[in-house]
């Protein structure tokens, strides 16, 4: 995504076009509502869902053959391996600027593991375990919480998704809201 004008926007995205002949092409002016939906439809209420996230300093060779090895191996035509770049603006805010920590790694790798038969919870919940495990000896150990799986790390999986920011805001969360009332996420524990 290139987030400016569509004239300053083309030549970035044109040596993209050129990579090889794509199947589709989606590039183009977008309306900011129309990027947000757009993918609605491919994720409709009450299909099943276990995605994870590991940030990646780089996109080694060893990194995509383990990403092509799990993709020839996804348990339902609805899972996918995302590699998301980062970098650009949200890599020029420092470290500790926001609660978002790792916007130096320049990769996020997702297993998005979706299904819709819940005799499948089982084998599409360990694929999404095994590949997030795969995926943690070449990541810097950040992670993207929109992903959490089921959050069943717990704090340790908060922690990793702040980062070096998650002692500051453990105290700002014992300053004003240390009985813990917004506690229904992946929770920050109030700092004793």
């Excluded at 060893?62 to 995302?82: H, K, N, S």
Aim: no cysteine; glycine share 10%; charged share 25%.
């Amino acid at each position: 995504m290139y987030s400016g004008s569509t004239e300053e926007g083309e030549p970035v995205v044109q040596p993209l076009r050129e990579l090889a002949a794509p199947l589709i092409d989606l590039s183009g002016p977008w309306p900011w509502l129309g990027l947000q939906s757009g993918f609605d439809d491919l994720f409709p209420p009450g299909d099943l869902r276990y995605w994870k996230s590991r940030a990646l300093a780089e996109l080694t060779q060893e990194a995509m053959d383990d990403i092509v090895d799990w993709a020839g191996r996804r348990p339902t035509p609805l899972t996918d391996i995302t590699v998301w770049h980062h970098g650009g603006a949200m890599s020029r805010v420092g470290e500790t600027d926001t609660a978002y920590a790792g916007r130096d790694a320049p990769f996020l790798v997702t297993g998005e593991v979706s299904w819709t038969d819940s005799a499948q919870n089982d084998e599409a919940i360990a694929w999404g375990r095994e590949f997030w495990d795969v995926m943690g000896r070449h990541s810097t150990g950040g992670l993207y919480l929109n992903f959490p799986g089921l959050g069943e790390e717990k704090e340790e999986l908060v922690k990793a998704g702040y980062g070096v920011n998650y002692e500051r805001l453990a105290a700002l969360k014992a300053e004003y809201d240390p009985s813990n009332l917004f506690r229904m996420n992946l929770n920050i524990t109030p700092a004793t």
